[in-house]
């Protein structure tokens, strides 16, 4: 794994770094749902982190919380969810970072060692991940990491409370090509 990012799974060190969450808020208010006011209260994290656990614990999900070696910083998250196995044996791909740790790298760098061990390790073979049109650093991450773009959806997720289009991408698992 790269001397930079650092993967962590821990309610602990998640819930201690809410305040970095609310830093965010404004970043990530156009690529996420309304949040209401309760959903950056401690209690709201702490539930949320339970949930990926368990979601976790059911290999229904693989919840990733990036985190800075040097400082120990909160910087990001990526999140496999939807796993589905039998012939299908796919998930979703969610991703955010900080807005200071934008243009370095970081989450390309991340998600190809995700990428890596959810193909290799938990043996699936398509990875998707959806973005809006206008979300030209997501576009360019996705086609970097080479997903290919698959079509678009219209009013896919209300998101920041409007509908939204949505162009669909795909990796599949070199190994199952
Ligand atoms: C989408 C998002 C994760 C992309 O983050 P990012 O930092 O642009 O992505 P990367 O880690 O791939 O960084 C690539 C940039 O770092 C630069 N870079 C610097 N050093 C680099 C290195 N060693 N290796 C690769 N890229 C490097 C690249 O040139 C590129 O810069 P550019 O975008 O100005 O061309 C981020 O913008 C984000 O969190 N946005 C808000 C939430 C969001 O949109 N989520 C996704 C919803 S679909």
């Not at 999900?61 to 800075?68: I, Q, V």
């Not at 989450?107 to 043996?123: P, S």
Request: proline letters at 5%; glycine letters at 6%.
């Amino acid at each position: 794994m790269s001397p930079r990012p650092r993967f962590r799974s821990s309610k602990k060190h998640a819930c201690g770094r809410s305040p970095r969450i609310n830093a965010n808020r404004a970043h990530l208010k156009p690529w996420e749902p309304l949040r209401p006011r309760s959903f950056y209260t401690l209690q709201s994290i702490q539930n949320r982190l339970e949930a990926m656990e368990r979601q976790m614990e059911a290999e229904s999900a693989l919840h990733l919380l990036l985190f800075r070696r040097d400082s120990g910083q909160l910087i990001g998250d990526c999140n496999f969810t939807n796993i589905v196995r039998g012939p299908f044996q796919a998930c979703h791909l969610g991703f955010s970072i900080a807005r200071d740790c934008e243009g370095q790298g970081l989450m390309r760098e991340c998600l190809a060692t995700a990428i890596e061990y959810v193909f290799g390790e938990l043996g699936l073979h398509r990875i998707m991940a959806n973005y809006r049109p206008e979300n030209e650093r997501s576009a360019r991450l996705l086609t970097g990491l080479r997903f290919e773009r698959e079509g678009i959806a219209r009013a896919y997720l209300k998101l920041n409370g409007a509908w939204a289009d949505h162009v669909l991408t795909s990796l599949i698992n070199p190994a199952d090509c």
